[in-house]
């Protein structure tokens, strides 16, 4: 267990260095350690979910918006309380004109952070370009 402290404690200090790439590496043996081991019911959920959250970061960082939501969503389910991973993932459903979708995670990282400031003025944003977007396309339509 001291060894994945370890590669995890590296990860976050390449990640804070913006050192993605290989935080990326680290991150991504931290997450196969505990994905194919034996050691996957001791895991820190906590870990898991941070770890899975800041290499989506990495993603959303390259452009790589659904690899990133699969990472986001993946922090989610190993700790479904972790407000951040519904942000980002909102965001980039945001991006893509999901409107919907972005504006359940919002809602939910509300649901269990109602001080969370960026997805208050996400939901809000969200709401207005989803009227603004429905607008031009039934216009289109007519």
Known sequence: MEAERELLSKAHSLFQQQQYEAAEKLYTRFIELHETSDQSGRCNSDDLALAYNNRGQIKYFRVDFYEAMDDYTKAIQSKPNFEVPYYNRGLIQYRLAYFDDAQNDFKK???????????VLGLKQNTIDKETWTKRHVEKVS
């Open 109 to 119: 990282v509300l649901e269990i952070n109602p001080g969370f400031q960026d997805a």
